[in-house]
């Protein structure tokens, strides 16, 4: 994890949360969705500000909404949609970087298959070791929209800059992949074998 913003959220997010907290945590899932959306938008018009606000309450509502859901109590359908609605919101940015022109089409799809990839290797991890994979990888989901936040920034001043920022994605986002298929040999193999032997 490369800006540990979660390390961070819970402290900051807390007296704000708790605030919030008579509103159910799966509201601002879908808030987080909606900017995402608008953000996928605002990539595809070039909107730099919009794109700008949009990342920044994507972060915003995905971080609070956790703080929420911690403090009510997380829910298996919670974290079941929490995640399913990150997915549609990774294809809507995405989608929208590629129509936009920011990326070829074929870095778009390569940094699209590294982003579901690193969900899809937590959770498939998780289900099966029933311990949360936090922390494991160099670029995790939480990681994507402060990366494309800076870039946004940085495409105001320089033209390639957004495009860096999709190779930064893609080499950060595989090596996550190969980075949680080691920790997965690891721990699942071992489990594996105390099966075995007991």
Request: hydrophobic residues 50%; contains cysteine; proline residues 3%.
């Amino acid at each position: 994890m490369i800006f540990q913003i979660k390390k961070f959220s819970q402290k900051l997010l807390l007296p704000l949360g708790r605030k919030l907290s008579i509103f159910p945590a799966n509201a601002f899932t879908v808030l987080s969705l909606f900017f995402s959306i608008l953000s996928g938008l605002g990539f595809y018009f070039r909107l730099i500000p919009m794109i700008i606000i949009c990342l920044f309450l994507i972060e915003f509502f995905d971080q609070l909404d956790g703080v929420i859901a911690r403090l009510q109590g997380p829910t298996k359908f919670g974290a079941f949609l929490d995640s399913t609605l990150d997915r549609y919101g990774d294809a809507a940015i995405f989608i929208g970087i590629i129509l936009g022109g920011f990326t070829t089409p074929f870095l778009g799809l390569l940094t699209f298959i590294g982003a579901f990839l690193t969900s899809y290797t937590r959770a498939r991890i998780e289900g099966l070791h029933n311990k949360s994979l936090g922390g494991v990888g160099l670029l995790e989901r939480t990681d994507r929209v402060p990366l494309l936040l800076i870039g946004i920034i940085f495409q105001i001043f320089f033209a390639d800059a957004i495009w860096w920022t999709m190779i930064l994605m893609i080499i950060g986002s595989h090596i996550t992949v190969f980075q949680r298929i080691h920790y997965a040999y690891k721990k699942l193999s071992r489990n594996r074998e105390e099966k075995i032997i007991s």
